[in-house]
């Protein structure tokens, strides 16, 4: 018992240093070669929650790029749903910290009205991407309406401190639209972390079920990346299933057996006093 909590330890060590030093610079060299525009697990909806996002969808399928990435746009829109402006966020100001490539942000500006820019610690940003850190975010204080955060928080060094920062830039009354994977056991603290930041909870989620669909869907297109990918990406191939969490690797069954949970939220700055 003690030898496999250990070595379960180690592989979780092992799969954040991973993350951290190899993942994000691996794929930000070969990610735009093989078309993999976005990192996030994916969701896909149900039939009975989810018929506003079905149908925005599906009045805007010319926009989408590419058919594989359809479960990690339902997760954008998921969580967009959250927010009392959906489908529209007509004149918002949004800003998504720690946004990638930007294909969300290109996705959002191309089938609504709306001011948006990301901030990431990438090399040479295009114009829409500020280069930043989720720690000391580079805007001023009040002059967002609205900050995305999707998959990203569970990496941060200091996620109260990120979350103080949403709270310096967003304007009174701004909402933080957030999404990531907490293990269960780590819920009750998380929801503090933003009632201690100033934060109200407008909307909370359990997504977990929708984003294991859509898991079964990124992860058929993620392997067939990885068997036409360099050889030296494929020294790497258990350690990035693991976190894509494939069919079959602890990483999916700890969502599967609920040891991990998915969860998206919407919260209302209030004033600290």
Known sequence: MIRHHLFARLNKIWLWIFDQFILYPLMSWIA????VHFMNLGYWPNDLDDTPIQLFMEENCDMIRQECDKPHLFLYEKLLSLHP???DFENLSILEVSCGQGYGIDWIDRTRFVSIIGCDKIKCPPPWITYGDAHDLPFESSSMDMILNVEASHLYANFEQFLNECHRVLKPDGFLCW????FADQIDATIRSFTDAGFHCNAWQDITNEVIQGIHKTSQFYDEILDKSPF?????????????CAPGTATYNNFAEKRKLYTAAVF???LKY
């Not at 735009?32 to 078309?35: A, F, H």
Request: charged fraction near 30%; hydrophobic fraction near 35%.
């Open 32 to 35: 735009p070669t093989l078309g």
């Open 85 to 87: 402006a959906y489908p």
């Open 179 to 182: 999404t990531d994977l907490r």
């Open 232 to 244: 030296i990406v494929k020294m790497f191939r258990s350690s990035l299933r693991a976190t894509y």
């Open 268 to 270: 209302k700055k209030e």
